[in-house]
């Protein structure tokens, strides 16, 4: 009788590496900038009204330049307000907020949490900033905040991080911002603690992937006895009663807005970001539903697993500009010109849709 082997046991992930979650960042927007100061010397940082985008660095890729050149061609350079979509649920993830110091090479030197902060030293001389030659870190928590944040070398700071889904899906931009008011607005809006989620939460069920708007608004705000207006961060669900019905049921993603204007028809694929299309409700009962909801639902199994992503947010956003919005009307519509219904769409067929009602905006 031949002895029993032990199974070899699998390893599939490396502790702690495999906790590690990082958004795929394409850009920066910023709230303000420096200019030169009246009389000469430093810069000095002044707070705008609007949207400002980064321009990519030197060592940028050709898709990041690509993609700052789509941004100010589509938005414009002081765009006040941003169709936006949120990459998924973790306020971790979303909007992190810490405490943060960062020393002059813009590395990070401490940042906490409010209670608790880890501080990084140099382990020859134990100071965050020193000329020894040693390149050995050490890390140590210590009580937070501190001395440093009533000197001003420490700052709050929220990290929000956005999807621009009318120029591409495949990462995030991030915005940072200092504001007490904005971050605790934004808290307000996202917040997943469980006992007091955000009202954008409590609203909709869920914050990814959920068309919403972030906007600069002007707000008279107080700090050390002097009025300023400053303007600060707006989130919100521009949606009407109806899609918001369709997002708290989970049958079907609400239509994205109608963009301000048309998009560039050479956008890049998005490959990186698995699990966007938007599904054909095959439970659905009536064609006339059919033919809506297989552009907007986001439960069920494709129809036909070769339409992509953006053939069907292409042929949403072609719908909202042709005033085809209502079901019955674009089920008509492709009857009369003897297109496919949704519910055997292919991705040449959804080419076929595309290219008829790009027609049919232009016969308009």
Request: proline share 7%; net charge negative.
């Amino acid at each position: 009788m031949s002895e029993m082997t032990t199974p070899r046991r699998r390893f599939t992930r490396v502790k702690g590496l495999a906790m590690q979650k990082r958004l795929p960042r394409i850009g920066k927007i910023r709230l303000g900038r420096k200019v030169a100061a009246k009389r000469g010397g430093a810069e000095r940082p002044v707070n705008l009204d609007f949207f400002y985008f980064v321009e990519p660095p030197e060592d940028a890729t050709e898709m990041q330049v690509e993609y700052y050149r789509r941004v100010l061609e589509h938005y414009g350079d002081a765009p006040k307000q941003l169709p936006i979509m949120l990459p998924c649920e973790s306020m971790d993830q979303v909007f992190p907020t810490s405490y943060s110091m960062y020393g002059a090479n813009n590395r990070i030197k401490c940042h906490g949490d409010g209670e608790e902060a880890e501080r990084f030293l140099c382990e020859s001389c134990g100071q965050m900033a020193c000329r020894c030659e040693s390149t050995g870190i050490r890390s140590e928590m210590r009580k937070c905040p501190c001395e440093e944040l009533e000197r001003r070398q420490c700052r709050l700071v929220g990290r929000l991080m956005v999807v621009l889904y009318e120029i591409a899906l495949d990462g995030v931009w991030q915005i940072d911002t200092g504001s007490i008011n904005s971050i605790v607005d934004l808290t307000s809006a996202l917040d997943d603690t469980p006992d007091s989620p955000g009202y954008l939460r409590t609203m909709l069920g869920r914050i990814s992937m959920v068309p919403l708007v972030l906007r600069r608004e002007p707000r008279i705000t107080m700090h050390q006895g002097q009025r300023a207006v400053h303007a600060t961060l707006k989130i919100a669900f521009g949606g009407t009663m109806t899609e918001l019905k369709e997002v708290r049921t989970g049958l079907a993603r609400p239509a994205l807005p109608e963009p301000s204007r048309m998009m560039d028809e050479s956008r890049p694929e998005s490959p990186h970001l698995d699990g966007d299309a938007l599904p054909a409700d095959a439970a659905s009962a009536r064609e006339e539903e059919s033919a809506e909801q297989c552009l907007t639902s986001d439960n069920d199994d494709l129809a036909a697993p070769e339409v992509t992503p953006e053939q069907k947010l292409r042929i949403v956003d072609l719908r909202r500009q042709t005033e085809m919005r209502s079901a019955e009307k674009f089920t008509a519509w492709l009857r009369e010109r003897k297109l496919p219904q949704c519910a055997s769409l292919t991705e040449p067929e959804a080419d076929r849709i595309i290219d008829a009602l790009q027609e049919e905006l232009v016969g308009g």
